[in-house]
């Protein structure tokens, strides 16, 4: 089993069922199969066959969510890379979801590193999609931490959790990202960079997770590749007015985890976690 965040997740015998179920869905065993586990996301855990990645919901209220991002998936038009189509129909335990969808193949790039030419490249491709035909299964923007009402969670149910030390930094970054002047929206992934983007050979084989996918500002994708590639490759992936807006969606990133853990009831401790990092990234 890989990283475990110890993130809320189903009962280990639904599990083992949707497991089970959902292999046989996509016409594989995972007897005979190395089985991986993949646990580092928030909203599902991730179930890695031959040619499998079964996606597991955490919890039962996040089913209509994990369907809703399969069908988008399902949606998109033909890409430069690999995405997780859907290969079976999905399975429900005891009120507990799995979908099976395509393993697509690749490695996360290594942090604090990265070529200009690909990462345009993908950024392009990611915005240049045609929102029309996926519409409809597009998420609200900024649904992460709730959506047109963003501010208010922030301001009024983040912000009161931190320590009173990092508060007016916080309301700092919240002033900011409220004084972007609008821009052109674009299909924006919404969380562009670390194990969601694959690569092979030099290049992305396959782009994940995209959950948070919607019209929204580029500069949010923009942000996801610098933080993880480096800021010194910003200027060469956008203009200086982008950049700064990244910057902005960047400075705003610790408090999003946190609305993130409010507004789907998380467990107190996993709560609590995320609120002592955000503190501690507000402080640094």
């Given amino acids: 089993?890989?990283?475990?965040?110890?993130?809320?997740?189903?009962?280990?015998?639904?599990?083992?069922?949707?497991v089970a179920e959902g292999f046989a869905a996509a016409g594989e065993s995972p007897e005979a199969s190395a089985v991986?586990?993949?646990?580092?996301?928030s909203a599902s855990i991730v179930v890695l066959g031959g040619r499998t990645a079964l996606r597991v919901a955490r919890q039962p209220s996040g089913a209509p969510e994990l369907l809703r991002a399969q069908a988008l998936v399902d949606s998109l038009p033909d890409l430069p890379f690999a995405v997780p189509r859907s290969i079976g129909e999905p399975v429900t335990?005891?009120?507990?979801?799995?979908?099976?969808?395509?393993?697509?193949?690749?490695?996360?790039?290594?942090?604090?590193?990265?070529?200009?030419?690909?990462?345009?490249?993908?950024?392009?491709?990611?915005?240049?999609?045609?929102?029309?035909?996926?519409?409809?299964?597009?998420?609200?923007?900024?649904?992460?931490?709730?959506?047109?009402?963003?501010?208010?969670?922030?301001r009024d149910r983040v912000v009161p959790l931190l320590g009173s030390n990092v508060r007016d930094e916080a309301r700092r970054r919240i002033d900011a990202l409220v004084g972007l002047e609008p821009v052109e929206v674009v299909v924006n992934h919404g969380d562009l960079a670390g194990s969601?983007?694959?690569?092979?050979?030099?290049?992305?084989?396959?782009?994940?997770?995209?959950?948070?996918?919607?019209?929204?500002?580029?500069?949010?994708?923009?942000?996801?590749?610098?933080?993880?590639?480096?800021?010194?490759?910003?200027?060469?992936?956008?203009?200086?007015?982008?950049v700064a807006r990244a910057e902005v969606f960047h400075g705003c990133g610790p408090l999003q985890v946190v609305a993130f853990a409010v507004l789907?009831?998380?467990?107190?401790?996993?709560l609590a976690r995320v609120v002592a990092r955000a503190e501690a990234r507000l402080a640094g």
């Avoid at 991986?36 to 996301?41: D, L, P």
């Avoid at 005891?94 to 993908?122: D, K, N, S, Y």
């Avoid at 009831?265 to 996993?270: H, I, K, L, V």
């Fill in 196 to 242: 969601n983007v694959l690569w092979r050979d030099g290049r992305v084989s396959g782009v994940l997770d995209w959950d948070l996918t919607a019209l929204d500002d580029p500069a949010e994708d923009l942000s996801s590749l610098a933080s993880w590639h480096g800021w010194a490759l910003a200027a060469q992936l956008a203009d200086a007015a982008g």
């Fill in 36 to 41: 991986t586990w993949i646990e580092v996301g």
């Fill in 264 to 270: 789907n009831d998380r467990p107190a401790d996993e």
């Fill in 93 to 154: 335990v005891e009120g507990h979801l799995a979908i099976p969808t395509l393993r697509v193949e690749g490695e996360p790039h290594p942090p604090h590193q990265g070529e200009p030419g690909p990462l345009r490249a993908l950024l392009e491709a990611v915005h240049g999609i045609d929102p029309e035909p996926v519409r409809v299964h597009l998420a609200e923007p900024r649904s992460f931490m709730g959506g047109a009402d963003w501010e208010r969670v922030l």
């Fill in 1 to 18: 089993m890989e990283l475990e965040t110890r993130y809320v997740r189903p009962p280990q015998e639904a599990l083992d069922a949707l």
